[in-house]
């Protein structure tokens, strides 16, 4: 994928003779793509700016020619024809992406497509009809084809009684494993080659690890007693021999582990610290991963297990209390309840400083050892960031994630506010010159402390957030209706009082802002029409603000979150900085300080 500075497109990339060429043109960006097994064609999701689209394929080199039945986009002389690449499977509604494989051969491949309250699982030929094979109620995704394209796996909820089906096609036999809220189970993906019975690779959480194991329809779920981990993992399949690469994160940084599951030996595969956000193996073997740290953008490495060693790769001592002489470290704030985590940066010199949390969203996500330019660009123009991983986050075992009492939004805040006191007492963050920078579910944190705890905060940036969660839960995608379904123990009708004390209209009396809101226009995971609602109360009451527009959806495109940031600094400096900011104007509108009236 390629970053042409507005939309997101496909780019080929020749390794041996280093050609690139961008080979899409898609209105709206690429989200999702896949190549197929032999490497001649490559699949890319269409979508509008809702996210709902379809699945189209075309060759890799552009002097390639379609051949065959298959054909399109040609006229009956030969001509290319005007037009968008053909459909890669026809006869298919248009739904949101929930998933792609193919088959060994690439003479197979199958998508889910979620349609509404459904999604449909299709099978076919590359460029012929699509085959309808499954269809279930609420959000699903597609795990993996066999290596003979007669079996797909199914993934829902890891909870749910149906957490995993898998679909014989050629007789169409269900199997389902049963997850549990004691036994959640992930499906990765089938093991390589054509087996008369197909083995799958899975991860099973329960309240305290993570073990990987393996189902097959004879055996059922096999644990491997020895690959067991205090946090998130995800694993591959390394060749067709039943050797496993586990990807192990931990307090924002990853690890690479080789692992036999019949004997449990581990081997560390020798990588950089940091965090690998994506990788592969190659037919020779060697692991090509993509790989960053809080100074270095991502790139493109290569580890060969041949050389791996018998102990992790050292990685930086994480420090109780901040370097002031680096301006990169780590923050542990204690709690009753366990160790908050945080990154930070600070600019040169000593502080205090005006300071910036950067609060990450999902809520399971984690904020890492990576390269995020808005730390560089904050830390440039003089604050201190903190980016901080509150209980709800990934990468510190599943009671951190899961273990705060459907205290939704609450409890969240209650570690900033933790660390938020400690930067104080450290002399980091500058009192009364303290806030909150958010998108997304971070963006929700924002506006809930805005309300909650308006004494702590001096301003509020959120962007694309949750301001009316109840109206947001019912207006949202079926994926992220689930996952406020477990954050909560149910939906709005189910929990009502939990939805309203984290809601953050619930405390609109109490907010005194300032506060910058962003929303996108056509946002499917946010919806618009619950900020616009927000922004309305909050003009009624006469709270400092400035709403913000960007076309498109939940994630827009660069260059308009370009913009969205440059505006977003601007109010930030006008609050926090305002002998900086005096001057600074937008449309002939100056900037609001805390004391002017929102529009």
Known sequence: MHDDGDLTQVLAWNIETNRRQIRTAAPNGVSACDIEPDGRHFWWFDADRTDV???????????????????????????????????????????????????????????????????????????????????????????????????????????????????????????????????????????????????????????????????????????????????????????????????????????????????????????????????????????????????????????????????????????????????????????PYGRIHSFLATPPGTGPWPTLFLVHGGPYLHDRDAYDPRVELLVRAGYAVARTNYRGSTGYGPRWQRDFGHRVGLAQLEDLAAVRRKLLDLGVAEPGRTGLCGYSWGGYLVLLAMGVAPADWTVGLAVCPIADYPA????????????????????????????????????????????????????????????????????HRRVPHRLHWMPGGHHGDAAGQTRTFDELLRYADAVLRPDRSRTTAVDGRPYLTASQEGR
């Open 53 to 335: 689209g379809v699945w189209r394929r075309q060759p890799v080199d552009p002097g390639q020619t379609e051949t065959g039945r298959h054909a399109a986009g040609r006229s009956s002389a030969g001509r290319v024809t005007a037009g968008p690449p053909p459909l890669a499977l026809t006869g298919l509604p248009p739904g949101r992406q929930h998933g792609i494989a193919f088959d060994a051969t690439g003479r197979r491949a199958a998508v889910c497509v979620g349609t509404g309250r459904q999604t449909r699982c299709y099978v076919g030929e590359p460029g012929g009809p699509g085959h309808l094979v499954a269809v279930s109620a609420g959000y699903t995704t597609l795990v993996d084809l066999t290596a003979d394209g007669n079996t797909v796996a199914l993934a829902a909820r890891a909870d749910a009684a149906t957490a995993v089906s898998v679909v014989r096609l050629t007789d169409g036999r269900t199997d389902t494993l049963a997850g549990s809220d004691q036994q959640r189970i992930w499906a990765l993906e089938f093991r390589p080659g054509n087996r008369p019975d197909p083995e799958l690779l899975i991860v099973v959480e329960t309240p305290d690890r993570y073990q990987v194991g393996t189902w097959r329809r004879d055996r059922g779920i096999e644990l491997s007693r020895e690959l067991s981990y205090d946090s998130e993992i995800t694993a591959h399949w390394y060749g067709d021999d039943g050797r496993i690469l586990v990807q192990h994160d931990r307090a924002g940084r990853s690890r690479l582990l080789l692992a036999d599951p019949e004997t449990g030996e581990q081997t560390t595969v020798a990588t950089p610290p940091g965090t690998i956000l994506d990788l592969t193996a190659a037919p020779d073997g060697a692991i090509h991963y993509i790989w960053t740290s809080d100074s270095v953008p991502p790139r493109r490495l290569v580890a060969h297990p041949g050389t791996a060693t018998a102990q992790p790769a050292r990685r930086p001592r994480p420090a109780d209390h901040p370097a002031t002489s680096t301006g990169r470290t780590e923050l542990w704030t204690d709690q």
């Open 472 to 539: 947001a839960h019912r207006g949202a995608t079926a994926a992220l209706r689930e996952v406020d379904d477990e954050l909560f123990g149910g939906g709005p009708d189910d929990v009502p009082q939990r939805y309203h004390a984290a809601d953050p209209t619930t405390y609109l009396d109490r907010v005194r802002g300032p506060l910058f809101i962003a929303a996108a226009t056509d946002d499917d995971r946010c919806p618009p029409d619950q900020i616009r609602r927000y922004v309305a109360a909050l003009r």
